[in-house]
């Protein structure tokens, strides 16, 4: 009885361990291409991600192009001012046959060396100077003026008028306003400005009947410390820049009755209406 119960027992113990080979290769059979697919899946999110951070890097670049461009084409702009600025210099300081001129605009700018000026206690004159080729002859000196009461030092600045080759043709006294201005050297443009006075002073402005005539002075054109104080910007190695303007458009120059030979001059001078193009092919 026992021995066919367990015959009994092993043959369906037998009949149910088939039963599970059956389905565990069954279900073997099933995974073996769920693996394969997880396997093809997981190749394909490796390259959908690999695109993805292709399309990624792609799309910073193309992105960043646009702005490397614009960066370029501005450092190229900036570089073009900045040769202009150059070639304007040269223009407004080049010589023409031995004479300075002013830009067309009127403008003319001199460097000082503020060290030397401060520490000499001498007086320094900037090279002589004509509105037009055949026009006044101007200069502007430049010393340090200590004021008694309170010992502040004060840049000096003196508008001179000299003898020049065209005096008979041109007009006299010189009524047009002069503005001298210690430039600043930044974008912000913050100038220390004086303009002339006649306030009665009409000999330093007059034909000049020597060799210079005498100085219209500003005595305290501004502080000494300003130009040096920190967070300022007027000294440039060394240096201040002072740009002389002589306006000969104002009005004031119906004080004189006479035309203004001078504008007449360079209206009809071909060498003065062809300095920028002659400059600029030399």
């Known amino acids: 009885m026992n021995l066919n119960y367990e015959k009994t027992h092993d043959q369906q113990y037998q009949r149910n361990l088939t039963e599970c ?50 960066a370029k084409l501005l450092e190229s702009i900036y570089q073009i001012v900045a040769n202009m600025d150059k ?38 004159q900037t090279e002589s100077f ?22 502040k030092r004060y840049l000096s600045i003196c508008f001179i008028i000299f003898p020049g080759e065209f005096d008979a043709i041109i007009s006299w006294p010189f009524v047009y306003p002069i503005t001298i201005s210690v430039m600043d050297l930044t974008g912000t443009k913050k100038h220390i400005v004086q303009s002339t006075s006649r306030d009665g002073q009409t000999v330093p402005f007059n034909r000049p009947a020597r060799n210079k005539n005498s100085l219209y002075r500003i005595s305290q054109f501004c502080l ?24 000969f458009t104002a009005s004031g120059a119906h004080l004189n009755s ?18 920028l193009s002659d400059m600029l092919v030399n």
């Open 21 to 70: 080979f059956g389905k565990m290769e069954s279900l073997i059979q099933e995974i073996n291409p769920i693996v394969a697919n997880c396997a093809r899946l997981t190749s394909e999110r490796q390259m959908i991600e690999t695109k993805i951070n292709e399309l990624r890097t792609e799309t910073a670049k193309r992105i960043k192009e646009p702005s490397d461009s614009s």
């Open 87 to 124: 070639l304007l210099d040269e223009i407004k300081s080049k010589s023409v046959g031995g004479l300075i001129l002013m830009s067309l605009d009127g403008t003319y700018t001199s460097k000082v060396n503020i060290a030397v000026l401060i520490n000499s206690g001498q007086t320094i």
């Open 130 to 151: 004509h509105s037009s080729q055949s026009g006044y002859k101007m200069g502007l000196s430049f010393d340090i003026h200590t004021d008694e009461r309170n010992q």
């Open 224 to 247: 000494i410390d300003t130009l040096l104080e920190n967070g300022n910007n007027y000294v440039q190695d060394g240096y201040i820049f002072i740009q002389t303007h002589a306006d």
């Open 258 to 275: 006479n035309p203004r030979k001078d504008t007449l001059k360079i209206a009809s001078d071909p060498i003065q209406n062809n300095i």
